[in-house]
């Protein structure tokens, strides 16, 4: 440690392993704090980027030339979606109160890490004060011939000790009082992180209460869980019909036969013709269901 008092520089160091312990513990706290701050100020800027992420694709997937396709509707569906989600996500970074309550709580915490840890250095100058008139009347006690200068500097390291005791008793509470703090700071640091998310779940699922349809009615047709967090009602319309007519016309089994036209050797194609046949054929089953059963 750097020297603080160059009078008290020949004492041996008297040491206190409870400050030192204390000391050590808030260290560790001080690192999961510089750590955890930035990570909880990105949140909201990870959210941005998957909110703009999904605007981008989804404008440029709108970017088609047959603008008269029923199928058109699911790709405005969802520009319009990831639009207000843009928009939501924005006007909850402006302001989020949880956020800021945590990142208050953060810097006051290491504020009071750093005024103990300065607290310690001024405890430093009373320990080497004492150190100082222990090794001194030791030494004058040896030549055991002025008493009236032993005398004196007995005193003088009785109020030293004091001084010393005193403030390092005080410090020592001080510190463990702090370190106890960090469970409760760090627990609201974990509902501030989640409840970004649960907000950005929330605000995703209101948005996109209109596209949603889409996505269920094709996992259902693909015989694919569509199971999500978020609210599954929504009211029926015709997006149950556009999606059998997506899959219709976008069959696997068209697609395979296409691609065995122009291999006829391929092993994977013969696999596949060999497990279509196995399905039973009628003449009512749709062709999209065909294609589901085929990817079941």
């Keep these: 440690m750097e020297r603080l008092s160059p009078i008290f520089t020949t004492s041996p160091r008297t040491v206190n392993r409870e400050v030192d312990h204390w000391l050590n513990n808030l260290g560790e706290v001080e690192k999961v704090i510089d750590s955890i701050e930035p990570k909880l100020l990105a949140t909201n800027s990870k959210w941005k980027s998957i909110a703009v992420h999904n605007k981008e694709t989804s404008v440029e997937l709108c970017q088609v030339f047959d603008k008269t396709d029923q199928h058109y509707e699911v790709l405005l569906e969802a520009m319009s979606v990831s639009k207000k989600f843009e928009v939501a996500q924005q006007e909850f970074s402006k302001n989020d109160p949880i956020l800021q309550r945590v990142s208050l709580l953060l810097r006051k915490y290491r504020e009071e890490i750093q005024a103990l840890r ?7 100058r009373l320990r080497e004060r004492y150190d100082h008139y222990k ?7 040896k030549k055991g011939k002025d008493i009236e200068r032993i ?10 000790e004091e001084a010393y005791d005193s403030v390092t008793q005080e410090l020592v509470t001080k510190m463990e009082r702090c370190w106890k703090k960090h469970v409760s700071i760090f627990a609201e640091c974990t509902i501030c992180l989640w409840n970004i998310q649960f907000q950005m779940i929330s605000d995703l699922s209101k948005v996109s209460h209109s596209l949603r349809p889409y996505r269920d009615q094709y996992c259902e047709a693909l015989k694919i869980s569509s199971s999500s967090t978020l609210d599954n009602s929504y009211n029926e319309n015709k997006s149950s019909d556009n999606i059998e007519n997506l899959l219709q016309n976008n069959q696997l089994n068209d697609t395979a036969e296409e691609e065995k036209q122009q291999d006829g050797s391929s092993v994977l194609l013969d696999k596949y013709e060999k497990l279509v046949e196995q399905e039973p054929s009628t003449s009512s089953t749709p062709q999209y269901q065909t294609a589901k059963s085929t990817v079941a």
């Excluded at 300065?118 to 430093?124: M, T, V």
Aim: charged content about 55%; hydrophobic content about 15%.
């Design 118 to 124: 300065r607290e310690c250095k001024e405890r430093e």
């Design 135 to 141: 090794l001194k009347l030791d030494g004058l006690e």
């Design 151 to 160: 005398q004196r500097n007995q005193q003088k390291l009785k109020d030293s």
